[in-house]
């Protein structure tokens, strides 16, 4: 009898299914008795990270996230790998060997991968009977995990291959807890020299802070000693701000990143639940004591290229005030120009409309002589035509003179 088949769920969300992945994304390798598990981070600059095509033809593959983790069969073990924004880790588990020299095989698949190793770790898991047997003048730090139901051991020192070693001496941990234990451990070291990455950007943003402020104080002295701003100083304000905006959109990344590497390796230490091993340096002690200063110096560097930032956005927006005053100071300036230039104008005009008064009426009279004089020849009193012609010159002026005052209301309403 065929079981039922379930109805599909619908109007599902294009991501509901990846995210829901998230939960059994990033599987831990799981395994139990003694086992050497090898560990290298490989860092990407300036391009995504990638898999090895030849781990996607390995037998017993299974993956998650469409490739970006992924288990398989590789040489005598189990080869697990993540793709992170930055890097790419591989995780080898092997059997048991003495002999320092990580596989060959491992290390051909990083060289493929392409990229610089960043980190590399072995552990070496043990039973918690054995003792750890190091070098002469070796000074191991020691921590009882899981509730001291494991020890680690470690010098934090690179061997001659250059890999960082660790005892985990298991007492009663099964293998689930075997395979997280090893993982915390190791995102441990990988996270600690990934956030150690902004040492470079963390100096030369030391040496950039003092040269952009031997700049921004010339500037400011500048302001402070000319009342006027000319167009040399907006460019060099101007090109101080734009080369300091660049430079902390580079840092900052890099910063920011640090902060979230620095943040999973103090959560991953907390998770280890460490106790104290007789006369031994606990694992998170001396992580502390010697990666703490290093990010404080990376906050530090990260705070002073802030408050950088923003004393040049405070030159600029100053500079920017002083412009603005004395471009108000020139636009009064011309307004009393203009001012004056029209009071001239009015009293130019006055005298001119005076005189033109003066020329209309004469011109009227002109013409009404004329006019008088041909009446004259008609018969008209010459006696009588001069006295008219006198009267007629205050009558012809004041009507001359208000057409003309009326003309420039006209024109001018307030005038």
Known sequence: MTAARLPAIGCEHPMRRELHGELHARPSLYFDGEADVWHCAVV????????????????????????????????????????HTEFASFTLVAGARAAPTPPSELLALCDEAGGLIISAARVMVRRGDQKVIGKAGEDFVASKVG?????????????????????????????????????????????????????????????????????????????????????????????????VLNFSARARHRFGATRAYSELVVSRIGELREERVEQRQRLGTFIDRRFQPAIRFFNAADRRLGDLEERVSLAGDLL????????????????????????????????????????????????????????????????????????????????????????????????
């Open 147 to 243: 509730g001291g139901d494991a020890e680690v051991h470690s010098t934090f020192r690179l061997n001659e291959s250059g890999f960082v070693e660790l005892y985990l001496l298991n007492r009663t941990l099964n293998a689930y807890r075997i395979g997280r234990m090893v993982r915390r451990l190791l995102e441990i070291e990988t996270y600690r020299m990934m956030a150690l990455l902004a040492t470079p950007i963390a100096r030369e943003t030391i040496e950039k802070i003092a040269m952009f402020n031997s700049r921004l104080e010339l500037i400011t002295d500048h302001m402070r000693s000319s009342p006027k701003v000319d167009k040399s100083l907006l460019a060099e304000v101007t090109r101080l701000s734009s080369e």
């Open 320 to 415: 920017r005030t002083t412009v603005q005053v004395q471009l108000e100071d020139q636009n009064a300036s011309l307004l009393t120009s203009v001012e004056e230039r029209t009071r001239a104008q009015v009293q130019i005009q006055q005298a001119v409309e005076g005189f033109s008064v003066i020329a209309i009426t004469y011109y009227a009279v002109g013409l009404a002589k004329v006019c008088i004089e041909s009446l004259t020849a008609l018969g008209l009193d010459v006696h009588l035509a001069k006295p008219a012609l006198l009267a007629l010159v205050p009558g012809v002026m004041l009507l001359v003179w208000k057409a003309v005052h009326s003309v420039r209301r006209r024109v001018t309403p307030h005038g």
């Open 44 to 83: 990407f600059e300036g391009e995504p990270p990638r898999v090895p095509s030849s781990l996607l033809a390995g037998a017993g593959l299974s993956e998650s996230r469409t490739g970006r983790h992924g288990i398989t069969s590789f040489g005598e073990g189990r080869l697990k790998w993540e793709l």
